[in-house]
């Protein structure tokens, strides 16, 4: 592998405090090696773009709506790949990615979910946790497969379910973890050092 | 409620590692107000029946093989009455349980799983777990409902997957998690001071 930065595009469709997070992590050095080489959104009002263009990252707005979700997203691969990013990295992007995507970037494509898999994917996973009574919750980062919330798992971290806890708690709680686990699994991924083995993804 | 202690029924098939750890809990004041009323094996060969002899606990065999499961829970629905429990505590216990045992003590019926419920359900949790490349595994405390592992959670634990772990160095991580879960639980249980809302279940 050569001694080039990994070049990040991170695709957003609201706020991207995952987005930010991953930028923190590279300004503090806890993800070595590692660009944001394009923040991609697909709704133009998503604040985390704003926040990109702010801190002088390249950006780039690809509207989703109203367009057909092959077409669109022949146009969000032809802007990573002109971006040349070596990793796709979902920071709440709320599209379903179709095939084509999917498999232009083979096992390169990345996503954070606030449960621990395989337990509540889907929608609102955190108030899935609290209407099932679960004790304990989490967020799982994965590589991205055919199937929802299902490809292999790279790092999950746990938190407590509280008695007290809501909706609006228990995702607070999960949030401050994903910020850490995300970059960590990053790191993971980049420095190219790991082995997967049918679902087992272990560091090599 | 009386002063009275809590009444435990303990049912096993195996060692029952697990009511060992429950009766050190009550033995170090862990687990205040509460006395095992009897241990009750359907195996004969069960060791934690013996241990249980060893310790002076009130035991009773009941042997389930060739007898029809109706027949076989109501003798030990009869044994566990005449022993006056407050609560059944699943150990080991190797048996599905009929309808009418569960009716017979509803809401009264514990058991432990070695995973975080609703994820790995059934045999093998923690092979399960690692086929799946899981990094968090855990335990589970429930009550027990009509369904296989699903009735409402009183209490989980988590422990990390590690790189290195094959199905036995994961399975130890969780028992050990299991023997502070089930006393911890016990506790939660028996001091009457819960609510169970929907599926959630809080101290009072």
Redesign the interface.
Same mark, same amino acid.
């Given at each position: 592998m050569s001694d080039a930065p990994r070049r990040l595009g991170i695709l957003l469709s609201g706020r991207g405090s995952n987005f930010l997070a991953i930028h923190h992590a590279i300004a503090e050095g806890r993800l070595p090696n590692v660009e944001i080489a394009l923040v991609l959104a697909n709704v133009a009002a998503a604040s985390g773009l704003e926040a990109a263009i702010q801190l002088g990252l390249p950006t780039a707005l690809q509207v989703s709506k109203g367009t057909p979700r092959e077409d669109h997203d022949a146009a969000m691969i032809a802007l990573l790949r002109e971006a040349k990013v070596d990793w796709v990295v979902l920071a709440g992007y709320m599209r379903v990615l179709t095939p084509a995507f999917i498999s232009a970037f083979p096992n390169r494509i990345v996503n954070i979910h606030p449960s =621990?898999?395989? $337990?509540?994917p889907g929608l609102h996973a955190q108030r899935q946790a609290?209407?099932?009574?679960?004790?304990?919750a989490?967020c799982?980062v994965h590589l991205v497969d055919e199937a929802v919330d299902h490809g292999?798992?790279? =790092?999950?971290? $746990?938190v407590p379910v509280l008695?007290t806890d809501d909706e609006a708690t228990l995702s607070a709680r999960i949030l401050a973890e994903e910020h850490l686990a995300y970059p960590q699994a990053l790191a993971r991924l980049t420095s190219g050092r790991y082995t997967i083995r049918?679902?087992?993804?272990?560091?090599a």
């Open positions: =621990l898999l395989p $337990a509540f609290l209407d099932y009574g679960a004790k304990v989490g799982t292999t798992i790279v =790092l999950q971290r $746990a008695d049918g679902r087992q993804f272990r560091q």
